[in-house]
């Protein structure tokens, strides 16, 4: 007895690999959006760090406070990253939804 793959069978995908996939995805989405989250955190916070710090009559020491002046005129770099990380995590989204959702049967 022989057998022969068909090539104009589709693949069918099986519940445990839409589970992997699932969950994998869910995994890259979470962790984008704590990514993005993170740097529209410091978009924000690099601007306003020394000015909150002198109105709280925080210390800030001399090392500190080069390094906000020297990041914070770059907001908009992790502005746009963290535009790009939720752009990716949507994208990621979209996908893993394509891939796990049930195929039509003719």
Known sequence: MTTS???????????????????AGAATIL???VVGLTFFGLAVAFPIAIPV?????????????????R???LWWAFAGLAIASFAAAAVVLVK???????????
């Open 71 to 73: 990041f914070a005129p």
């Open 53 to 69: 710090a002198q109105a709280y009559h925080l210390p800030v020491s001399a090392s500190d406070a080069a390094i906000v002046a």
């Open 31 to 33: 962790v984008l959006l």
């Open 96 to 106: 893993v939804i394509n891939f796990v959702s049930p195929a039509p049967r003719d």
């Open 5 to 23: 793959f068909d090539p104009a069978q589709p693949a069918r995908r099986g519940s445990s690999s839409a589970l992997i996939v699932g969950l």
